[in-house]
């Protein structure tokens, strides 16, 4: 992720901030360009691209704050998963608000 303009070099220790980044260039980003649902295998194969290493705990915790939904109960793991259909539930959500 540190190849994004909006990456911010001095926060790249803090967990939270990394977190963000994954929510939002690996997840939102991925769910918004095909219309709010894609296969886990798209959401993972743009966080490998990122270089993120965060994508899996981050798609949990937006699960469980309901802004995304997938019908499995554990996390989702490449590539047992990636056929998994994640669908965007809060459209609006921004993880830096």
Same mark, same amino acid.
């Given at each position: %992720?540190? +190849?994004?303009? $909006?990456? &911010?070099? !001095?926060? !790249? ?5 990394? @977190?963000? @980044? ?13 219309? =709010?649902?894609?296969? *886990?295998? @798209?959401?993972? $194969? ?7 290493? #965060? /994508? ?5 915790? @937006?699960?469980?704050?309901?802004? /995304? =939904?997938?019908?499995? $109960? %554990? =996390?989702?793991?490449?590539?047992? &998963?990636? !056929? #998994?259909? /994640? +669908?965007?539930? +809060?459209?609006?959500?921004?993880? *830096?608000?």
């Amino acid at each position: %992720m540190d +190849k994004l303009p $909006e990456w &911010d070099p !001095a926060k !790249a220790d803090d967990p939270q901030y990394l @977190m963000n @980044m994954a929510k939002k260039f690996a997840i939102l980003d991925v769910l918004r360009a095909n219309n =709010g649902e894609c296969e *886990f295998k @798209m959401i993972y $194969e743009k966080a490998e691209e990122l270089h993120c290493d #965060v /994508v899996t705990a981050a798609l949990n915790s @937006m699960k469980r704050k309901k802004i /995304v =939904g997938y019908d499995k $109960e %554990m =996390g989702l793991l490449h590539p047992i &998963d990636d !056929a #998994v259909l /994640v +669908k965007l539930l +809060k459209p609006d959500f921004d993880p *830096f608000a």
